[in-house]
């Protein structure tokens, strides 16, 4: 049986874990820790250490143990803070019951349980006081619903290459996945995964330039300028993954001029340019042609709203904030999505009050 020692109190006992786990003393900072819990079994923030203390061990049962019992604590209270939360928050390790839910949707992704990891984003994104938790959790949510639609995909498409092992375009749209899959995993922050989608990424696209160069080869007036794009695509995609900009936006500008009715190809060349300009410091970079490629875009896909959103913002660097406005407002008409809405709504607040415009439209006096 633990036994407290006699003056001890759960906020002392839980700042000298707090001590102990900053010095990597993770056996001292267990024993506070536990004694918190035995002084006030729903002390939160105790919980959340010891999920910490899991994680620095690498001991994942007990990181998922701690860190469901703080989970289902402050669910239990509807997620009311109390003063020890508020303090726990509020110090160097900055532990708040979100990273609990985080934690949680991570074990349920890697089970593939993606529905149940969506439910743990929803929970932070209900609270309206941590707009930073609020913001990871609204991104993290769309990242995991992407993933959704490319494990389906990789299904349907794993099916087509057995049937045709030898089909460039099959394989270019397997690399061009493996892609995005590695894409969604760096925006969940699960790093260690997205080596082994670029190394697939890379040998499906070898494999179809292969069998493209043969089939050319075979019957020299046969063109396949679609499947061209796709392989130039996938190829920048991974370029701009490995930091290597000025590659990536070359790769890019060839999927545009092979596919010039493919608006994603467009909207990448836009993109590749900002992350240049955003790189050099130098807003101005290019911004004609960003704004050139995103406006094509948004006339080849009208009802994606990302690119609607994109054109608002560069519409905006270009001090024309009634047209951004307006970008704005077909966003919204074009995107029945929660959480687009509320990024949305927020982005039309804040021009609204530039511009005057009252809300729904209408020009102030």
Not at 100 to 120: H, S
Not at 242 to 271: C, H, M, T, W
Request: aromatic fraction near 8%.
């Amino acid at each position: 049986m633990l036994l407290v020692g006699c003056g001890s109190s759960p906020k002392a006992d839980f700042n000298q874990a707090l001590e102990a786990f900053s010095k990597k003393d993770y056996d001292q900072a267990e024993r506070f820790a536990r004694r918190t819990l035995a002084q006030q079994e729903d002390y939160a923030p105790a919980y959340l250490l010891l999920g910490r203390i899991g994680l620095a061990r690498e001991d994942e049962n007990s990181a998922t143990l701690n860190y469901r019992s703080a989970y289902d604590m402050m669910s239990g209270r509807k997620f009311r803070l109390r003063a020890e939360d508020l303090q726990a928050a509020a110090g160097d390790l900055r532990l708040a019951w979100q990273e609990a839910a985080f934690f949680l949707a991570d074990v349920e992704f890697k089970t593939q349980n993606f529905n149940r990891a969506i439910q743990f984003y929803d929970a932070v994104s209900a609270d309206e006081s941590s707009p930073e938790w609020r913001k990871r959790a609204l991104d993290s949510k769309q990242a995991t619903r992407e993933f959704m639609g490319h494990a389906r995909m990789l299904e349907s498409l794993r099916a087509q290459n057995y049937k045709s092992p030898n089909n460039p375009t099959i394989q270019a749209e397997m690399s061009a996945l493996f892609l995005e899959m590695a894409s969604g995993l760096t925006r969940l922050g699960k790093m260690k995964s997205v080596p082994d989608r670029l190394a697939m990424a890379a040998k499906f696209r070898e494999q179809a330039q292969e069998a493209l160069d043969a089939i050319y080869q075979a019957s020299p007036e046969v063109r396949l300028p679609q499947t061209e794009a796709l392989i130039a695509y996938t190829d920048g995609q991974e370029q701009l993954m490995r930091g290597k900009y000025e590659d990536a936006l070359e790769k890019v500008l060839i999927a545009a001029e092979k596919e010039p009715s493919n608006g994603k190809y467009q909207f990448s060349v836009a993109s590749i340019m900002a992350v240049i300009a955003t790189q050099k410091k130098d807003p101005s970079y290019r911004l004609d042609e960003r704004e050139t490629y995103v406006k094509r875009a948004v006339e080849l896909e009208p009802k994606t709203w990302r690119y609607q959103t994109a054109y608002a913002g560069i519409l905006r660097d270009r001090r024309k904030p009634r047209e951004a406005y307006d970008a704005l407002v077909k966003a919204r008409g074009v995107t029945q999505d929660p959480d687009a809405l509320v990024q949305i709504d927020a982005a039309l607040a804040t021009l609204e009050k530039e511009i005057g415009v009252s809300p729904g439209g209408s020009q102030g006096n």
